[in-house]
């Protein structure tokens, strides 16, 4: 959209600057110059309101850098490391609601979702405790990240804060443009505890099976308890400006940078009963900029906060230059 946004700006720009300099000064050429004038104001409130709804939401999600002594140890089956690691949850269960019932009730469901991130791995690290008084999951396997009738967890990550559409089409598209198409601006994955295939990860679009795997993504998963169960997630990932499913070498990586604002949405999904269709839970604001997926624009803000701890000097992306990586920097 920002590119839409500045491109309409030039076409009202560059006539405006003509029809001045070579301007008479009578009536006429002042009326086409107000009329000018009146649409170069109208194009740039247009382009100020288009930037100003690019992501949603009266709050800025925190994603805390941790130093690479830091960085969350997914085998360790564990997120205790957490609470050393970042200043605090990044989110709670007070933060998400649904349409039909609001805010969960602690007896339901309590959540507690941690964000960290690193410049020298470029990854986003998630951990997250659940605590829901019926477990449910009837997912059959096969359809990841679809984890339909199941107790799950889904976010959405806009790595440039782009926005744009990025699913649900374009509907007359060929295969080939819809395999381009899904997933490319902005991804959507999705987390589930255990599956008959095993497969507990998964990302919506054709890249599924590479980028939700080693070493651009990975989960580990641990479950305790029954009637309530406690189920804790701990996964990192990377987000991408341009995913092309045909490998990350087609592929364009965000570039993590301090400071930087993405793209966010996460949905946890409460089933407490067989066959029952499940609530989901978003983080508040969504609920005001219904279609609740296809757009990036409906995301919320999150920020790269920088490292403030520990020795930080380790930071530095030239580490783990890869193919894809040493692409990324050859293009800027
Ligand atoms: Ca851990
Ligand atoms: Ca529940
Ligand atoms: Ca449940």
Redesign the pocket.
């Known amino acids: 959209m920002r590119y839409t946004c500045l491109g309409a700006t030039r076409r009202v720009g560059i006539p405006l600057g003509r029809r001045i300099t070579t301007s008479t000064g009578s009536p006429i050429t002042r009326n086409r110059r107000l009329f000018v004038l009146l649409w170069f104001c109208l194009g740039s409130a247009l382009c100020l309101s288009v930037d100003a709804t690019a992501h949603v939401g009266d709050r800025i999600i925190p994603i805390y850098e941790v130093p690479s002594s830091d960085i969350p140890d997914l085998d360790d089956f564990s997120i205790f490391e957490w609470e050393e690691i970042v200043p605090e949850p990044s989110l709670e269960s007070s933060d998400f609601s649904s349409l039909q019932v609001g805010s969960p009730s602690s007896a339901d469901l309590a959540v507690r979702i941690y964000l960290a991130w690193n410049k020298t791995t470029q990854r986003i690290y998630m951990a997250m405790e659940r605590t829901?008084d019926?477990?449910?999951n009837e997912y059959a396997g096969g359809d990841a990240p679809n984890f339909f009738g199941a107790?799950h967890l889904e976010f959405y990550v806009d790595g440039d804060h782009s926005g744009g559409q990025y699913a649900c089409g374009p509907p007359d598209g060929t295969q080939d443009q819809i395999r381009l198409y899904v997933g490319a601006q902005a991804q959507r994955y999705a987390v589930i505890a255990e599956a008959p295939d095993a497969i507990l990860f998964g990302l919506e679009g054709f890249a599924n099976g590479w980028a939700s795997e080693p070493p651009w993504a990975d989960i580990r998963t641990q479950q305790i308890g029954v009637e309530p169960t406690e189920t804790r997630f701990e996964l990192y990932t990377t987000l991408w400006d341009n995913l092309n499913w045909n490998g990350p070498e087609a592929s364009l990586r965000t570039l993590l940078e301090p400071n930087n604002i993405i793209g966010l949405q996460i949905g946890v999904i409460?089933?407490?009963a067989l066959g029952s269709g499940g609530i989901r839970y978003s983080i508040n604001s969504l609920l005001k900029r219904p279609p609740l997926v296809c757009y990036a624009e409906n995301f919320l803000d999150a920020r790269l906060v920088p490292c403030s701890r520990g020795d930080c000097t380790f930071a530095d992306p030239a580490a783990i230059r890869s193919n894809s990586w040493g692409r990324i920097k050859a293009s800027f």
Do not use: S
Request: hydrophobic share 40%; aromatic share 24%.
């Open positions: 829901d019926f477990f449910i107790d409460d089933h407490d």
